[in-house]
């Protein structure tokens, strides 16, 4: 027999376990030699690899020979002694140098409340230091503030905002201005985005904004119209301004409520001018999405501000969360893996269809899974379009996946107590944080947005940071959102918040939420659908 034929023998593949502890080896040998030089000429068609990273190449050889060797390594039962530790904490990124003055333009019952509030809870869950400066919240403020001193209300009905009304004009560009100060003040003390909520209806109006903007270093202004001329949304944004304890209307029947603000409506229109200016930077949004228009919009935050805003409608929808059945690791009370549903999961799994279609009727339906095993097994009964999303695989726990939490804490107690201290910035070595996680789902909020109806079947730790988006909820109560195994959750988005509905199954379960150590879990929120009419900073 030649050497040709004699048979190889076949290494057995790595677990993610091990790989995340030879992820470690060699960045600890990283850290304690120095790296070879490696020369690398970027090719002229940038959808070529270099050379060096091509078949046969020197770096791919290069990575052959280590990769054996590191299978060689790899066979002990337990990390190497390099490995100490399971992680570290996870800086947050620094957007220090963001500083965006962002206005909305719009006449009344247009959306512009909605826009600002979807856009400063989508940047907040990303970590910027997001705040709307709403002019018609401080309007109300002060008056309320003036009447408790003085007895005296201020008439705000439609006549206030008249053009021809020169007092009331003047009243209502100063509170503009004021609002504007704030804003900017807030900028300057480490703010990201703030967000300028008023009507900004005239050319010399926005011209007055660029030029104060314009005095301020490092600070940028871009300009959010939102176009309206579909009478059936425009009727609901009327029906729902006058029927939702607008301090405006408190002593007007609805009937009169709707007559008062449709004038106010016109009195706006008669001055206003959409957006022509060659100069300015701006996005403008028909009918909440139907059509966008971009100009000068430059760098990434503002990119990604323009391509958030360009997924959202306003089309009435349910989104169900449901974790993944009761799982085989879920009953040894393991951590991470891909195992197979238990006996309850799978009996989940066949009563999980009756449960949606009660609650969706024949509307359609699309539902997405990661890839892992658990979730595509609970979703195999469903009669609906299924799409399978890498971004949804649970958080990788690293050199910790496949051990019981006894066992971690076993084998590593400092780093133990120190994920349970901080365990949104925690990341597991060669594994995740849920900061890691959320950068991950961007991509999936995005596609959420564009869609109708969807039910995800995920994971512990995905369906919280989804959860916590949809609830504006902070980062340290994130990762302890009770997510329970065979509930369905499902959400209603309204136009100032979220409402949502629980059905827990009779089929029996194992309990894997961890409370925060020391501390309450956190509440379940409230659905808040209300509109907020008074600032704090009057």
């Given at each position: 027999?030649?050497?040709a034929?004699?048979p190889?023998?076949?290494t057995?593949?790595l677990?993610s376990?091990e790989?995340?502890?030879?992820?470690?080896?060699?960045?600890?040998?990283k850290?304690?030699?120095?790296?070879?030089?490696?020369?690398?000429?970027?090719a002229?068609?940038?959808?070529?690899?270099?050379a060096?990273f091509?078949a046969g190449?020197?770096?791919?050889?290069?990575?052959?020979?280590?990769?054996?060797?590191?299978?060689i390594?790899?066979?002990?039962?337990?990390p190497p002694?390099s490995?100490v530790?399971?992680?570290?904490?996870?800086?947050?990124?620094?957007?220090?140098?963001?500083?965006?003055?962002?206005?909305?333009?719009?006449l009344?019952?247009?959306?512009?409340?909605?826009?600002?509030?979807?856009?400063?809870?989508?940047?907040?869950?990303l970590?910027?230091?997001?705040?709307?400066?709403?002019?018609?919240?401080?309007?109300r403020?002060?008056?309320?503030?003036k009447a408790?001193?003085?007895?005296?209300?201020?008439?705000?009905?439609a006549?206030?905002?008249?053009?021809?009304?020169v007092?009331?004009?003047?009243?209502r560009?100063?509170?503009?201005?004021?609002?504007?100060?704030?804003?900017?003040?807030?900028?300057r003390?480490?703010?990201?985005?703030?967000?300028?909520?008023?009507?900004?209806?005239?050319?010399?109006?926005?011209?007055?904004?660029v030029?104060?903007?314009?005095k301020?270093?490092?600070m940028s202004v871009?300009?959010?119209?939102?176009?309206?001329?579909?009478?059936?949304?425009?009727a609901?944004?009327i029906?729902?301004?006058?029927?939702?304890?607008?301090?405006?209307?408190?002593?007007?029947?609805?009937e009169?409520?709707?007559?008062?603000?449709e004038?106010?409506?016109?009195?706006?229109e008669?001055?206003?001018?959409?957006?022509?200016?060659?100069?300015?930077?701006?996005?403008?949004?028909?009918?909440?999405?139907?059509?966008?228009?971009?100009?000068?919009?430059?760098?990434?935050?503002?990119?990604?501000?323009?391509?958030?805003?360009?997924?959202?409608?306003?089309?009435?929808?349910?989104?169900?969360?449901?974790?993944h059945?009761?799982?085989q690791?879920?009953v040894?009370?393991?951590i991470?893996?891909?195992?197979?549903?238990?006996?309850r999961?799978?009996?989940?799994?066949?009563?999980?269809?009756?449960?949606?279609?009660?609650?969706?009727?024949?509307?359609?339906?699309?539902?997405?899974?990661?890839?892992?095993?658990?979730?595509?097994?609970?979703?195999?009964?469903?009669?609906?379009?299924?799409?399978?999303?890498?971004?949804?695989?649970?958080?990788?726990?690293g050199?910790?996946?496949?051990?019981t939490?006894?066992?971690?804490?076993?084998?590593y107690?400092?780093?133990?107590?120190?994920r349970?201290e901080?365990?949104f910035?925690?990341?597991?070595?060669?594994?995740?944080?849920?900061?890691?996680?959320?950068?991950?789902?961007?991509?999936?909020?995005?596609e959420?947005e564009?869609?109708?109806n969807?039910?995800i079947?995920?994971?512990?730790?995905?369906?919280?940071?989804?959860?916590?988006?949809?609830?504006?909820l902070p980062?340290?109560?994130?990762?302890?959102?009770?997510?329970p195994?065979?509930?369905?959750?499902?959400?209603?988005?309204?136009?100032?918040?979220c409402?949502?509905?629980?059905?827990?199954?009779?089929?029996?379960?194992?309990?894997?939420?961890?409370?925060?150590?020391k501390?309450?879990?956190?509440?379940?929120?409230?659905?808040?659908t209300?509109?907020?009419?008074y600032t704090?900073?009057a």
């Open positions: 027999m030649s050497a034929d004699t190889r023998s076949q057995p593949p677990t376990r790989l995340a502890a030879v992820d470690g080896v060699l960045k600890d040998v850290a304690n030699k120095s790296t070879p030089d490696v020369t690398v000429t970027a002229a068609d940038v959808g070529t690899p270099p060096a091509g190449g020197p770096m791919l050889k290069q990575f052959d020979q280590s990769n054996a060797a590191s299978r390594m790899s066979q002990a039962s337990t002694r490995v530790g399971i992680g570290g904490k996870v800086a947050k990124p620094d957007y220090s140098e963001a500083k965006i003055v962002l206005a909305m333009v719009g009344p019952a247009r959306g512009k409340s909605y826009l600002s509030n979807k856009l400063m809870r989508y940047l907040k869950w970590e910027y230091d997001v705040k709307v400066f709403n002019v018609g919240q401080l309007r403020s002060r008056a309320r503030q408790q001193q003085s007895g005296k209300r201020e008439d705000h009905t006549s206030y905002f008249s053009h021809d009304n007092e009331a004009t003047r009243l560009d100063q509170l503009a201005n004021d609002s504007l100060e704030m804003l900017i003040q807030w900028l003390e480490g703010g990201n985005v703030g967000i300028h909520d008023a009507t900004n209806s005239t050319r010399s109006r926005r011209q007055k904004i030029e104060r903007v314009s301020e270093k490092g871009i300009f959010l119209e939102s176009v309206c001329d579909d009478p059936v949304v425009i609901a944004n029906a729902l301004k006058v029927s939702s304890g607008d301090p405006d209307y408190k002593d007007m029947s609805r009169e409520a709707k007559a008062d603000f004038r106010r409506i016109r009195e706006y008669a001055v206003y001018e959409t957006i022509t200016e060659p100069h300015l930077s701006y996005l403008r949004i028909k009918n909440v999405g139907s059509e966008v228009t971009l100009c000068h919009i430059h760098g990434y935050l503002q990119s990604r501000i323009a391509f958030y805003l360009m997924n959202l409608h306003l089309k009435p929808r349910s989104i169900f969360f449901s974790r059945g009761e799982s690791f879920n040894e009370g393991k991470g893996g891909d195992s197979p549903l238990s006996e999961g799978m009996r989940y799994a066949r009563a999980l269809p009756a449960l949606i279609t009660d609650n969706i009727g024949d509307a359609p339906l699309t539902v997405w899974t990661s890839t892992l095993q658990r979730t595509i097994q609970t979703a195999q009964y469903l009669p609906y379009p299924k799409l399978t999303w890498k971004s949804l695989d649970e958080l990788d726990a050199v910790c996946d496949g051990m939490y006894e066992e971690i804490e076993q084998a107690p400092e780093d133990f107590a120190n349970d901080d365990k910035n925690y990341r597991y070595r060669g594994g995740e944080s849920y900061r890691d996680v959320v950068v991950r789902l961007e991509p999936v909020i995005m959420l564009r869609q109708e969807i039910l079947i995920g994971h512990q730790a995905i369906l919280r940071c989804l959860y916590a988006y949809f609830h504006d980062q340290a109560d994130l990762p302890y959102i009770k997510i195994l065979h509930t369905v959750i499902k959400l209603t988005p309204k136009a100032y918040g409402d949502e509905e629980r059905y827990t199954l009779p089929i029996g379960a194992v309990d894997t939420h961890r409370p925060k150590p501390a309450p879990p956190p509440p379940i929120p409230a659905s808040h209300g509109r907020e009419y704090k900073d």
